[in-house]
């Protein structure tokens, strides 16, 4: 062993002590998830050998410190050299040892985790734990013998399923998978001693999973091949998942086979780009969390209100999915209407969601529905901690009722708006306490989309804001608090993407071009197909506000030029022949129907863009995939660079969170702003640089003074970007 470690017993990773009854105890401390670093497998290694040699302890019970067993191998250390022992052999020297060892699981197990205690004899998980090999999730697979030991314990199907989600599974369900031995609501340190004390003298051979003849399933083949199918369709050039099955193909061959191989398929992952994106990604939404206000207020130092009651009002398809969220965290929850009809079908939707929600988690439906009381009155308001506000995207009604909210709530009662881009300062100022307003943008499916941005207005007190982010965490949210700017972050940055999408089209691209090489790239959906699945009236109903399109726009002006700067209308135009994407059934594309999903190339739509050239005298050319993922990506990213010059957000971190999370960017990829970091930002520049010249009416494509600044700076890597950009915008 090259490493040098302290001997202060407080700095010792891995404890051995002894506990009752003859049972030797290691208690993993390496907080705040004993991670399985380089220092954690030393000690741990030093706790193993005192345990086999402490001839007074006939088994040994492994748990965790600060209730938590371990949430797997140290992720921070991926990216550095460590040393210490390798977690394979240590986690085969466990199984192959002469004394019954057992896991006593609370908190989490998780990836190299849920690794260790599968090399355990028996495993004994507290109520509330939750197991899972989530390391698909980090660009990798379960890479200290989970593809191996899972399948022969629990069997193919549910080690396929849970090792290509990285699904975390409760104890109850682990129970069922024959993945623990035991589950107590008890304390587990206690329940595995006891446990011990009873195995300490069973035979051993039969619980070491490495001898295990693998469960072949007459199927299996199959099984496999569709998997991988699905997977390679679905994964959208991840490299992991597919991987992961390949792993677990070799599960079928002797144990040592079946572990070189997972340990070939593992270096490979290991050192990909796509498994740093992720890392990436996995640090960034963490990073989010730390959140800072303009003055001292932090997400450290801000004290959280507690959410005893909310209330959602308006119940459209946001407000419902909102209220079901509230609703499944345990908060009891006022639904509110105003139309009586509108209420009644709220009830039901929101019911049927329950409903279906109560099944997954094995729970009764009326445990959900006693939490919500469905009103008309504002009485009910008057008692509730937090109001969300969800009504249609209106600025006038939704001024109108918050004057209105803040007549009858109690004064300290946080007033959340749900939009997704108007002015929250201008709501909060309807009110006599615009301190307690906030912005809080759902996604849709509110119930199912993690990402939430939490709009801090400027005189929103640090308090609101830390309620209604850690609110977000209790619904299971990725909160990311933005400022408040037109379009906040998400929707700010799509619209120079989606109108560089527009002009492609002019200039001679299809949709489904445009969208094939998108969705190559890893979005889950083209731009286009996006448009009509969120409907091409929303987008519509905006310019037509702003006075981009409709009446208020003058003869004289060109159709493709407005306020100096280049206009495509090809969208208006569409929405002015009602095609307003898949409510229509036509759009961008063609449907089986009003409300079709499948989405088919338009002969129309290439006859109208063939139409609309002419009439405007553009030369269609042929334009290549690069030029479509540059046009239309780095347009996005410059908008990102704006958008932290400017404040709006905090850090490259935030702005990735919110693409992976709410607009379907590809995780293995980072994010657009990790994704020009890797292109090299002096590339970018250039490129950039190039498109403005030819494009000179598109302030979009002109660089960014930061986007400059950084690459003048020597282009420093992402991670220091969040400082530069604090450092520069204090110095304002
Ligand atoms: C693996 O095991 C590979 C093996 O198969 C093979 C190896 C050969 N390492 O999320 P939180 C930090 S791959 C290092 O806010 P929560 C995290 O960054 C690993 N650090 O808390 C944060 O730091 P900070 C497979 C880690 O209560 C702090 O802990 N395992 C790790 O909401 C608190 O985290 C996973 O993928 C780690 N493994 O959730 C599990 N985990 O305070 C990943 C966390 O500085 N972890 N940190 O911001 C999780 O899913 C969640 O963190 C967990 C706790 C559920 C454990």
Request: with cysteine; aromatic share 6%.
């Amino acid at each position: 062993m090259s490493e040098v470690r302290s001997p202060v017993e407080s700095d010792i990773m891995a404890h051995y002590s002894r506990a009752a009854g003859h049972i030797g105890l290691i208690r993993l401390a390496n907080p705040p998830v004993n991670a399985l670093s380089s220092a954690v497998r030393h000690d741990l290694c030093r706790a193993l050998e005192r345990a086999s040699a402490d001839t007074g302890a006939k088994a040994i019970v492994l748990c965790g410190e600060n209730g938590l067993f371990c949430g797997g191998a140290d992720i921070l250390e991926f990216s550095k050299k460590t040393g210490g022992p390798a977690l394979v052999p240590l986690i085969n020297a466990i199984e192959a040892g002469e004394k019954p060892v057992v896991a006593a699981i609370e908190g989490v197990a998780l990836g190299g985790g849920l690794e260790m205690a599968l090399g355990c004899h028996y495993r004994i998980a507290h109520c509330q734990a939750r197991l899972g090999l989530p390391e698909v999730m980090l660009g990798l697979l379960p890479g200290a013998g989970g593809t191996q030991r899972l399948p022969r314990l629990i069997g193919f199907p549910a080690a396929l399923e849970l090792i290509t989600t990285g699904r975390h599974v409760s104890a109850e369900e682990a129970l069922t998978l024959g993945l623990v031995d035991q589950v107590t609501d008890g304390d587990v340190q206690e329940a595995a001693v006891k446990f011990a004390q009873r195995v300490a003298d069973e035979p051993l051979a039969s619980r070491r999973l490495s001898t295990w003849k693998p469960p072949c399933p007459a199927d299996l083949d199959t099984l496999l091949q569709g998997a991988l199918g699905r997977l390679q369709s679905r994964a959208r050039g991840a490299l992991a998942p597919v991987a992961c099955v390949h792993a677990l193909q070799a599960a079928t061959l002797p144990f040592a086979q079946g572990i070189e191989k997972e340990q070939e398929l593992m270096a490979t992952l290991f050192s990909s780009p796509q498994a740093r994106a992720m890392q990436y990604c996995f640090f960034s939404q963490r990073i989010v969390g730390k959140w800072s206000l303009a003055g001292r207020a932090n997400w450290k130092n801000t004290p959280v209100r507690t959410v005893h009651r909310a209330a959602v009002v308006g119940l459209g398809t946001m407000g419902r999915g909102i209220t079901v969220t509230l609703v499944r965290a345990g908060i009891p929850t006022v639904a509110m209407e105003m139309d009586r009809g509108q209420l009644q079908a709220a009830q039901q939707a929101v019911t049927a969601m329950l409903e279906r929600e109560a099944t997954k988690q094995k729970r009764s439906l009326d445990s959900y529905l006693q939490l919500v009381q469905f009103t008309l009155e504002r009485r009910h308001l008057q008692d509730v901690d937090l109001v969300i506000e969800a009504v249609y995207e209106d600025l006038a009604l939704k001024k109108r009722l918050f004057s209105e909210l803040c007549a009858v709530c109690r004064p300290d009662a946080i007033l959340c708006t749900n939009t997704s881009g108007l002015d929250v300062d201008v709501i909060a100022g309807t009110t006599r306490r615009p301190e307690v307003v906030v912005g809080m943008h759902f996604f849709a499916p509110a119930h199912v989309m993690k990402l939430l941005e939490v709009v801090r207005g400027p005189r929103s007190s640090p308090v609101a804001v830390a309620t209604v982010v850690h609110l977000g965490k209790l619904l299971g949210k990725v909160s990311v608090v933005v400022g408040n700017s037109p379009g906040f972050v998400g929707n700010r940055l799509l619209k120079p993407y989606m109108e560089q999408a527009n002009f492609l089209l002019e200039e001679g691209a299809t949709p489904e071009q445009v969208d094939g090489t998108l969705e190559e790239f890893g979005f889950a959906m083209g731009i286009f197909r996006m448009s009509d699945l969120s409907g091409l009236d929303v987008g519509w109903r905006v310019r037509r506000e702003s006075g981009l399109t409709g009446p208020a726009v003058r003869p004289e002006e060109s159709p493709r030029h407005r306020l100096g700067c280049r206009y495509c209308p090809l969208a208006d135009l569409l929405c002015e022949r009602g095609r307003l994407g898949q409510k229509t059934g036509q759009g961008w594309y063609l449907y089986e129907g009003p409300e079709g999903r499948k989405a088919l190339p338009d002969p129309w739509l290439h006859g109208f863009l063939d139409e609309y050239r002419r009439q405007h005298a553009l030369k269609p050319r042929r334009i290549d995939q690069q030029e479509v993922l540059e046009r239309c990506l780095y347009a996005l990213a410059n908008e990102g660079f704006r958008v932290l010059e400017e404040g709006v957000a905090a850090g490259p971190e935030d702005i990735d969170t919110i693409y992976v999370l709410g607009y379907g960017w590809p995780a293995h990829m980072g994010g657009p702003m990790y994704h020009v970091a890797t292109v090299g930002l002096s590339a970018v520049l250039t490129r950039l640089e190039h498109f403005h010249r030819a494009h000179p009416d598109v302030p979009q494509l002109q660089p960014s003074a930061l986007l400059r600044h950084l690459v003048a700076q020597g282009s420093p890597p992402i991670s220091k970007w969040r400082e530069l950009v604090r450092v520069q915008r204090s110095q304002l």
